[in-house]
């Protein structure tokens, strides 16, 4: 196994351990739970690298692991699940004293609150329909949601860490400030969705649909994009950190502010983008060599950057006149 494929390992695993955390976010944090936690991550990671041993590729492997986990009361016997588990979303509950903002006093500590607060932990919500509801700040972690519709949903500042997502559609949304992490994410469509400010973290994103999103400073970090189409309407002060871009896509659309850190993009193509104050951190000669910029209009901050890793071809480039205030 190359130095690559082990990194790339790592990466899943992380998206192993959030999943994990999203299960247990909602089972009370006792030393039984505890222990039971750390034994399973124990053993997915086993699990993992036995079937990457067999063969399979790290996507292949990070489904059969999640999908070996079963039902975690079974794993924890008589430890409680918090209120708003399992398939019963439920309203966070307040500390005593003053009612939150929004929400209707019926004595103390006992308050009607609004639907910001209601969480779904550990849910079961296979082909639900969310489309157009308003619930800013939901928390779904370690809920299963393939194929749940989410079209022209107000779900800002969303949690959604450890989440089965497969398929589901965000199209129109607005994700404004949520969180993904460690999700299964394959399939899912953010088609014109708004993600300003969303954070992205340790999942794959080879078969998310963008197209048309707004992605003004969301944060995409330790992500598997390899040969993913990343065709957002918006990457504006957009960072990339501790990602595989491999072969990745962004041709035709507008870069600005845009930071690459610490990501391969090995072949990523930028044809027919324009490129406005976008900083490729740190790379390999041999990587900034296989860049595609044909057709590329970039500005001279972005061009001398490049230039002055010497290796970069940029004959099909075109200056233009740009200010980033």
């Not at 307040?94 to 609150?113: E, I």
């Not at 969480?119 to 928390?139: C, I, N, S, Y």
């Amino acid at each position: 196994m190359n130095e690559k494929d082990i990194i790339m390992d790592d990466t899943i695993l992380q998206r192993v351990d959030a999943y994990v955390t999203g299960r247990f976010a909602s089972y009370a944090n006792t030393p039984e739970a505890i222990d039971v936690e750390t034994e399973l991550r124990h053993d997915l990671h086993e699990h993992y690298r036995e079937a990457r041993a067999r063969g399979l590729d790290e996507e292949e492997a990070y489904d059969e692991t999640i999908a070996s986990i079963g039902d975690l009361s079974e794993l924890l016997g008589a430890e409680k699940e918090l209120p708003g588990a399992s398939a019963n979303p439920s309203w966070e509950n307040p500390p005593t004293g003053s009612a939150p903002q929004g929400a209707a006093d019926k004595g103390p500590g006992v308050f009607s609150l609004p639907k910001s607060f209601i969480k779904f932990w550990g849910a079961a919500l296979p082909d639900a329909d969310f489309q157009r509801v308003t619930m800013e700040g939901t928390r779904f972690d370690g809920s299963v949601l393939k194929r749940a519709d989410f079209t022209g949903a107000q779900i800002a500042r969303a949690s959604m860490k450890g989440c089965v997502l497969n398929d589901a559609v965000f199209d129109g949304a607005d994700l404004s400030g949520a969180v993904f992490s460690g999700s299964a994410m394959r399939g899912v469509s953010f088609r014109d969705a708004t993600l300003v400010g969303a954070k992205i973290v340790a999942v794959s994103l080879k078969d998310v649909v963008f197209t048309g999103a707004d992605l003004t400073r969301a944060q995409i970090a330790k992500c598997d994009a390899k040969g993913a189409r990343l065709d957002a309407r918006v990457f504006n002060g957009t960072t990339f950190n501790a990602s595989d871009l491999t072969d990745a896509c962004f041709d035709g659309t507008t870069l600005t502010g845009v930071v690459f850190h610490h990501s391969d993009l090995s072949r990523a193509s930028f044809r027919q983008a324009t490129l406005v104050g976008v900083s490729f951190g740190q790379m390999q000669p041999k990587n900034v060599r296989s860049l595609i910029f044909d057709g590329t209009a970039m500005d001279k901050i972005t061009y001398n950057l490049l230039q002055a890793y010497g290796s970069v071809d940029l004959a099909g480039v075109t200056l233009i006149d740009a200010d980033l205030r």
